[in-house]
Antibody, heavy 116, light 113 residues
Framework: EVQLVESGGGLVQPGRSLKLSCAASGFTFSNYYMAWVRQAPTKGLEWVAS????????YYRDSVKGRFTISRDNAKSTLYLQMDSLRSEDTATYYC?????????WGQGVMVTVSS | DIVMTQSPFSLAVSEGEMVTINCKSSQSLLSSGNQKNYLAWYQQKPGQSPKLLIYYASTRQSGVPDRFIGSGSGTDFTLTISDVQAEDLADYYCLQHYSYPLTFGSGTKLEIK
């Protein structure tokens, strides 16, 4: 059974950093691209970043480019999202997703609140 | 960026009725290489993570009831739910994965009368 379990969320002040993790199981992690999608409270879904299966290429939405870094450790079957210089508009539930047609499995999500 | 315009914002129907949700992209999502439309539909029930319903515009994900039907090509796409059930209460989103940045429609809230 495919499982994606996010962790690392919480309350953080503007300008500070936070690192999200996503532990994957039930499939061969190194065979799949992975991605992060977020959802601000009461708002719609927004793609954040994607990474190829090897980690050799990454893609970001403009609003997080230069502030967020997506990475992975295939030996640990874990996906990461390093979030720096956080802003209030980054407040959202962050979902880890497996990329296949294109997002076929999602984690339960982790809440990130950016507030002073 | 490809803009996804989804309509309606919300709709309310009785069980057993049919609903259609529309999604229009600002550019064609049809790949000339494999003739596939890079358009997916997601269902998000209250308090849950999104669930993939349809991919490549019309292919139903495994386990999805056949009352969910995706259609369309190019820039115009439709999700049809026939014989709506109470369990279909949810938000529905389209997503284009033809090019980065990947973009979602604004969502459609389905309510059951």
């Amino acid at each position: 059974e495919v499982q994606l379990v996010e962790s690392g969320g919480g309350l953080v002040q503007p300008g500070r950093s936070l690192k999200l993790s996503c532990a994957a199981s039930g499939f061969t992690f190194s065979n799949y691209y992975m991605a992060w999608v977020r959802q601000a409270p009461t708002k719609g879904l927004e793609w954040v970043a994607s990474i190829t299966n090897s980690g050799g290429s990454t893609y970001y939405r403009d609003s997080v480019k230069g502030r967020f870094t997506i990475s992975r450790d295939n030996a640990k079957s874990t996906l990461y999202l390093q979030m720096d210089s956080l802003r209030s508009e980054d407040t959202a539930t962050y979902y880890c997703t497996r990329v296949r047609t294109p997002f076929d499995y999602w984690g339960q999500g982790v809440m990130v609140t950016v507030s002073s | 960026d490809i803009v996804m315009t989804q309509s309606p914002f919300s709709l309310a129907v009785s069980e057993g009725e049919m609903v259609t949700i529309n999604c229009k992209s600002s550019q064609s999502l049809l790949s000339s290489g494999n003739q596939k439309n890079y358009l997916a539909w997601y269902q998000q029930k209250p308090g849950q993570s999104p669930k993939l319903l349809i991919y490549y515009a019309s292919t139903r994900q495994s386990g999805v009831p056949d009352r969910f039907i995706g259609s369309g090509s190019g820039t115009d796409f439709t999700l049809t739910i026939s014989d709506v059930q109470a369990e279909d209460l949810a938000d529905y989103y389209c997503l284009q994965h033809y090019s980065y940045p990947l973009t979602f429609g604004s969502g459609t809230k389905l309510e059951i009368k």
